[in-house]
């Protein structure tokens, strides 16, 4: 039997007897022995038996030495677990123990149970091994095992009787253990099981599901990493290779350490000698073969591309298991929310039912308490794979289901990616855009392209706002590169994606990018939409902001002022858009510090925004925010902080305590109360900040690092220098490593510390 994996082939000769076939069953009967009727055909025929053979089987004792299984292996490793597991059942002389080990074919059942069957053939008489994969296969496994137990009803009885013998056998004694290989239906053993008042059964299938209560179902799983690289190694160094503990390693992440697969690649690579990294190249340029071929001599069925043949067969009579499968395949190997899954084809309830029986199989894994489902990586790459000779990976289903992944992901993407109830389900389906154009890339149709340019775009918006501007950055320069492939240059989705990468690269503070794109999508914009389009608008705002951002002000507020222009032209002197660019200019004259102009822009905003806004409009709480720091830097502490407390309260009431913007006014109140010189209050409000921030947005996102940076220079005003050195060491290896040695706010946090630091010296 190979190492780690669930043989599928029927089980070795016993040590005492040859397990004997299936051959033509035939009724027969003999006195005292009731048949079961469990398989009866249309003819019975009386058989006339020696008398040595109408033996009962309550008088044939256990023989010693009676063991047919297969030859134990020079190499196991890991398992102890699931051997424990095992260990644990109490066998008691009145009472049948069932268990059932049950996991992806190919995860080591077989060998699992040979093991510990081995490590306890001493307390158990006889220990019978049957390949029980269909009922004809079990009743010729019992026959055998009646035969083994009494040589001279081998010639003397049919099989049936036989069986029959065996099952009563078994029913008479205790101190056995019976091992049941395979089994692809529970029903197929739901009979005997009720029959065996006493005895060990342990039980192999791909099933999770569907067993009776007598049976305790125990799932296997694949091997520990180390447990994977100490099986692979060891194979390769049996044939006198050698590798390396690294490419061992790498190999067996790429497998997902399911045993039959690091089987074969250590078989392949001890008889090929190939080097791990050529195997892994190989594996990537040619999956189809490479999952296909093992080394010379193993049997086809006992290869990767094989083993879950069997398993799809039997589901064939529904073609939405296999479909599924194939979909799920072009995911991320980790959980895949219910909010995807369930989508991916046209009628629920039979998705569900679908999802239920590849579970059922263990194809893939459902977890209890979200629904979100699991498939292991293996099976995911062979799934994904074409083959014309295999009917459940035609290369038509599989792009079928490549295109089906993407409508998928589509679908599933929230509305909103600022809303932060949005942001667990966004956070689970980046992980599954970023995986499938990762699997999809190389052989990637303009069709695909343009469905991974949708996705890219939207998960780039969230992830920018997320603070995780360089995985932002390459999906929006991927997206930009996919839309002027398939829809030309000035497509409006092209000029959105364009504008959505300098808007990246802005916040990234890397303006000589950012401004050049602004540029160029301005000029696309009013060549294809004209000067007073709100997408031109969009754009001349947004390049004036850069221009804000690298200092040149000179630039930013005529631009700023072009843009109020033009919308209060085409829109109104009230309408949000005109409102957000008198802000925005406002704080464009703030930066300058000419601050009464700024206060006049503020006001002007708030008034407007009163006639024609709600009152809790998201708008009127930022006019409000800038017109307090405007207070807050013009020296008019006491205003800026009641305005600013009032503007804090109504983003507690309509946003929630820990939204991004409500943090953002809790930071600058504090920053106020630090100003007034009121640390007892603003130590504490920064404090906060910074703990929701980290638990919002995490530690790496650019503001959950100015707040770091906030509290430090608070501690420092309070005298507490070493933790503000403590707290500006963070802050600065984070800015480092999230925004780059060149970014000003990097910048700022290293003027500090190296300030810090002189004045604990002075």
Not at 496 to 506: E, I
């Amino acid at each position: 039997m190979p190492a780690h994996t669930d043989p599928a082939a029927p089980a070795p000769a016993s040590d005492s007897a040859a397990l004997g076939g299936a051959g033509a069953i035939t009724a027969g009967s003999i006195p005292g022995i009731a048949s079961t009727g469990d398989h009866a055909t249309n003819t019975q025929h009386i058989t006339v038996l020696p008398a040595e053979a109408l033996v009962a089987p309550e008088a044939v004792p256990a023989p010693a030495g009676l063991v047919n299984l297969p030859m134990r292996l020079r190499l196991f490793v890991g398992r102890e677990d699931a051997l424990g597991r095992l260990d644990t059942a109490v066998e008691d002389p009145g009472v049948v123990v069932v268990q059932a080990v049950h996991g992806l074919g190919g995860i080591g059942k077989s060998t699992l149970v040979a093991q510990w069957a081995h490590t306890h053939r001493d307390g158990h008489r006889p220990i019978w091994w049957i390949t029980a994969d269909s009922p004809a296969a079990l009743d010729a496994g019992l026959a055998a095992l009646a035969a083994a137990l009494r040589p001279s009803l081998g010639a003397a009885m049919p099989a049936p009787t036989l069986r029959e013998w065996a099952v009563q056998w078994l029913a008479y004694h205790d101190g056995w253990l019976l091992i049941l290989d395979n089994v692809t239906d529970p029903g197929h053993i739901t009979g005997l099981l009720a029959r065996l008042p006493r005895g060990r059964i342990l039980v192999t299938s791909r099933r999770a599901t569907g067993w009776p209560d007598i049976v305790t179902p125990l799932r296997l799983d694949v091997l520990e990493p180390h447990q994977a690289v100490d099986l692979l190694t060891g194979i390769v160094s049996r044939s006198g290779a050698v590798i390396d503990p690294v490419d061992a390693a790498a190999v067996c992440t790429e497998l997902g350490c399911l045993p039959l697969a690091v089987e074969q690649a250590g078989a392949y690579l001890a008889q090929t000698g190939v080097t791990a990294a050529d195997y892994l190249r190989l594996l990537a340029e040619y999956p189809a073969q490479m999952y296909r071929d093992g080394e010379e001599g193993r049997a086809a069925e006992r290869t990767v591309a094989r083993v879950w043949q069997v398993t799809l067969d039997a589901l064939a009579d529904d073609p939405l298991p296999g479909h599924l499968l194939r979909t799920l395949a072009w995911y991320a190997p980790e959980a895949i929310p219910r909010s995807l899954w369930h989508r991916l084809g046209d009628v629920e309830p039979a998705v569900v039912r679908a999802i239920g029986r590849l579970a059922a199989y263990n194809m893939l894994t459902i977890d209890p308490t979200t629904q979100a489902v699991t498939v292991h990586r293996l099976v995911q790459a062979v799934a994904r794979t074409p083959d014309p000779d295999n009917t459940h990976r035609q290369p038509d289903d599989i792009t079928t289901a490549r295109v089906a992944a993407a409508i998928g992901l589509i679908a599933a993407l929230p509305d909103d990616w600022r809303a932060p109830t949005t942001w667990p389900t966004w956070h689970a389906l980046t992980h599954h855009i970023d995986a499938l154009v990762t699997h999809t890339r190389p052989h990637a149709t303009d069709a695909d392209r343009a469905a991974q340019a949708c996705l890219l775009n939207s998960a780039g918006m969230f992830l920018e706002g997320q603070g995780n501007l360089s995985q932002a950055i390459a999906y929006f320069g991927q997206a930009l590169t996919d839309y002027r492939r398939t829809l030309g240059d000035d497509a409006p989705e092209t000029l959105s994606s364009m504008n959505n990468l300098a808007t990246a690269y802005q916040a990234v503070g890397d303006l000589k990018r950012a401004i050049p794109l602004y540029k160029q999508v301005i000029t696309e914009c009013r060549r294809t939409l004209g000067d007073d389009a709100p997408e031109t608008l969009s754009s001349m705002n947004n390049l004036a902001g850069a221009y804000q951002a690298v200092g040149n002000l000179k630039r930013a507020i005529p631009l700023y002022k072009q843009v109020i222009t033009e919308c209060r032209r085409t829109l109104g002197d009230d309408h949000p858009d005109t409102l957000g660019s008198v802000n925005n200019l406002a704080g464009a004259y703030q930066a300058a510090g000419d601050l009464k102009q700024a206060i006049s822009l503020y006001d002007q905003a708030i008034a407007a925004g009163q006639r024609t806004l709600d009152t809790d409009h998201p708008q009127m709480l930022t006019f409000r925010n800038g017109l307090a720091n405007t207070y807050h830097l013009v020296g008019n502490l006491p205003q800026a902080i009641s305005l600013l407390k009032q503007v804090l309260t109504d983003g507690r009431r309509l946003f929630g305590p820990r939204h991004p913007e409500t943090l953002i006014f809790a930071n600058n109140l504090a920053y106020a109360y630090k100003s007034a010189g009121n640390l007892k209050r603003a130590i504490p409000l920064y404090e906060q900040v910074l703990t929701d921030r980290r638990k919002v947005l995490g530690d790496n996102h650019p503001d959950t690092l100015l707040s770091v940076n906030n509290l430090a220079g608070a501690y420092w005003s309070a005298g507490s220098l070493e933790r503000a050195i403590l707290l500006l060491k963070q802050t600065l290896t984070g800015c480092q490593r999230v925004l780059g040695t060149d970014h000003p706010q990097t910048r700022i946090v290293y003027n500090r510390l190296q300030a810090a630091v002189a004045s604990r010296r002075g």
